[in-house]
């Protein structure tokens, strides 16, 4: 049950012009507000799938408004965006309470992809799976088993968790950097194609040899698994 | 202009000034209270001295009584002492005082009064000793503190020419330490002068004697080397930037001039693609540059935690490994279990892999990631096969925005072995070159405890 409707407290207008165009255009209903007091105000709504907090704000700051948030039990998921780019300041952003957190400035397909993420994870709740399915592709995940069709595939143990990354986010664009952190648990940026040679080794494991590719390559953002 | 009144120079000669005034002022002050106090006591003990002779003398000679011998004596020629011998009801007896001076108690004390004698003009100041006596009389003697008053007067004299005289003396050692203080800090002074954008290799000279001058000198020769060093990095930085940056950006307004003359849509969204790619190469520089700047300027040390670096050498060897296979080379790693070092586990990550990197895309053969423990540090060793950085180019590659023209000319952002350098100072480690025959390394060094850091530490 997972809303699309998202709240956008941002109060850099042009900022705010571009998310909003951007969201909508992928069907989220948004509603913006320019600072923390009115953000806090509509968060306690619940209604909205997601946040996309600022972090500097007039009169209440980001981080005020996410703890005042929390407080108040709000449990919606909140994505920080800010200028402040450092591993400490990311860090201080999460243990703060936000889900994720967004360095200024951003390519829109990261923001999207990861909102996309959020509002997953808000969707589905806490729930024990034993095994993961797209089309004939399927993960036992107690037995650590692959297979396709009836083929058995051996993978490497970090292949395995990739493709358990790609499969839990069926559907949704994963980025590249959200592929490290996701399954190297490292955050910076890749400088050459690393996450790249990693998809694609793991994609002719999967997909070599069937009409039905599932690992697309989404141009600009990432990767998207799925048929 | 020197403002003479708030200068350190008028300040600094009036202190001086005053304080040797003072110091002689109190000293000429205690010595003439010494001498005042040895004198009162000298005369006391004359006072007293003569009382008892009177008695003594009166006591041993059969043929004079008391009376006679205060008779003679107080009538002898040029005595200028004093002598009263009064009856039980306060008769003279005999004396050169017609009576008793009021204020003298007849018990044995000294008392200082003015009196006059009866040969006498005027009144003179006289140290008395008096007593009663067995028989009921009471004997007063007298000392003349005339000749204590003179030497007391003259000695004050003698130190009042000692101080008038010094007064001189004074404003001279007052202008000479204020003027030798003022040459010293001339030449700092001098130094800080010349110091400037056209010449940074001014320095103060010291003397080697540790003392307040020569520290100051040293202070500012330090900060003139960090200026220096600094306003050398600028230009170096200015420089790099404009250059990485104007290239991208310049073949990025190339490319987006090309598509605008084309109507091909085909040609639009290749060379959209093709500008995005510039544009990430951009970004790129521009975000290594600040994780370079924030690293130099210390900052993140605050965030510091454990960081497994067993854990990290095996998960980048991981990451690139088949990088390195798609590429026919081979990584490997290997190394020491549980090394755990204090550190931004991200940054670290990020030194590592772009060595890694670097070894990729500019070395050669087989790459191997090993990690030792040296005892008082931790080393992660990337070597390859391949000549590596040539070593008249070494002390170039290992500086901030240092670059080589191979980097520079390929697609990374050359700023690799900066960055990895910079987090190396961070975390209060280093980054060094090794090579033998036929491998080269570049290693990263990692003091166990923080503190043996030779990054200078941020003064508080």
Redesign the interface.
Same mark, same amino acid.
């Given at each position: 049950m997972a809303s699309n409707k998202i709240l956008l407290v941002e109060d850099d207008q042009s900022t705010a012009d571009f998310i909003l165009k951007g969201l909508n255009e992928n069907g989220f209903v948004v509603d913006h507000v320019v600072d923390g007091r009115d953000g806090l105000f509509h968060a306690t709504d619940e209604s909205y799938g997601a946040i996309v907090l600022d972090r500097l704000l007039p009169g209440m700051d980001g981080m005020a408004v996410l703890a005042a948030m929390r407080a108040a039990q709000v449990e919606t998921p909140v994505l920080i965006l800010s200028a402040l *780019? %450092?591993?400490?300041d990311r860090?201080?952003g999460l243990t703060a309470g936000s889900d994720d957190y967004l360095v200024k &400035?951003f390519v829109f397909a990261e923001l999207l992809a990861r909102l996309k993420l959020m509002l997953r994870k808000g969707g589905q709740g806490v729930s024990e799976e034993t095994s993961l399915h797209c089309e004939d592709l399927s993960i036992d995940l107690l037995r650590r088993d692959v297979r396709r069709g009836d083929r058995a595939i051996d993978l490497q143990p @970090?292949e395995y968790r990739l493709l358990e990354y790609l499969m839990r986010h069926q559907g949704i664009v994963v980025t590249r950097t959200m592929l490290l952190e996701g399954v190297?648990e490292?955050?910076?940026? &890749? *400088? %050459?194609?690393?996450i790249d040679?990693?998809v694609s @080794?793991l994609r002719k494991k999967i997909d070599e040899g069937n009409d039905v590719p599932l690992i697309q390559t989404v @141009? *600009?953002a990432g990767y998207r698994f799925g048929k | 202009m020197l403002n003479w009144t708030r200068s350190f120079f008028l300040r600094g000669v009036w202190l001086v000034l005053l304080f040797e005034i003072l110091v002689a002022g109190a000293v000429a002050l205690a010595a003439l209270q010494l001498a005042k106090a040895e004198l009162s006591r000298s005369d006391a003990e004359t006072a007293e001295t003569l009382f008892e002779d009177m008695l003594a003398v009166a006591n041993v000679s059969k043929a004079l009584t008391l009376e006679d011998v205060v008779a003679r004596r107080s009538s002898s020629l040029g005595s200028d002492d004093l002598f009263l011998l009064i009856d039980a009801n306060d008769r003279v007896i005999a004396g050169n005082l017609a009576r008793w001076p009021t204020g003298v108690p007849a018990s044995r004390t000294f008392v200082e009064i003015e009196a006059t004698a009866t040969a006498m003009p005027d009144s003179r100041k006289y140290g008395v000793f008096a007593a009663t006596l067995d028989n009921g009389s009471q004997l007063l003697v007298g000392h003349s503190l005339e000749r204590s008053e003179r030497s007391l007067t003259s000695l004050r004299d003698a130190l009042l020419k000692a101080v008038l005289l010094a007064f001189p003396l004074a404003v001279a050692a007052a202008w000479l330490v204020v003027k030798l203080v003022d040459s010293r800090l001339r030449d700092v002074e001098d130094a800080l002068e010349k110091f400037n954008s056209d010449n940074l290799s001014q320095r103060i000279e010291l003397n080697g004697s540790q003392d307040t001058f020569d520290r100051l000198g040293e202070i500012s020769n330090r900060m003139m080397d960090r200026i220096a060093e600094l306003v050398e990095e600028l230009r170096i930085v200015t420089d790099s930037v404009a250059h990485d940056l104007r290239m991208p950006l310049t073949r990025l307004k190339n490319r987006l001039t090309e598509a605008q003359a084309s109507d091909d849509i085909a040609v639009h969204v290749e060379i959209n693609e093709l500008a995005t790619n510039e544009l990430d190469h951009v970004l790129s520089i521009l975000t290594q540059m600040l994780q370079i700047g924030r690293a130099e300027a210390g900052i993140g040390r605050e965030a510091f935690v454990a960081v497994d670096l067993s854990g990290l050498v095996h998960d980048m060897a991981e990451i690139f490994g088949p990088v390195a296979e798609d590429a026919d080379r081979s990584l490997t790693s290997s190394g020491a279990k549980a090394a755990s070092v204090t550190g931004q586990p991200d940054l670290l990550a990020r030194a590592l892999s772009n060595l890694v990197e670097n070894a990729l895309s500019y070395g050669r053969g087989a790459i191997a990631v090993k990690l030792h423990d040296t005892g008082d540090a931790f080393e992660i060793a990337v070597e390859d096969e391949g000549p590596g950085i040539p070593p008249e180019h070494e002390a170039k590659a290992l500086r901030r925005f240092g670059r080589l023209d191979p980097a520079r000319a390929g697609g990374g952002s050359g700023l690799g072995l900066a960055l990895a350098s910079a987090v190396m100072r961070l975390h209060g480690g280093t980054l060094l070159l090794a090579r033998s025959k036929d491998r080269f390394a570049v290693i990263l060094r990692l003091p166990k405890s923080p503190g043996n850091s030779d990054y200078p530490a941020e003064r508080a």
């Open positions: *780019g %450092t591993a400490e860090v201080a &400035p @970090r190297w490292y955050h910076f940026d &890749p *400088g %050459t194609n690393v040679v990693h @080794r @141009r *600009g | -």
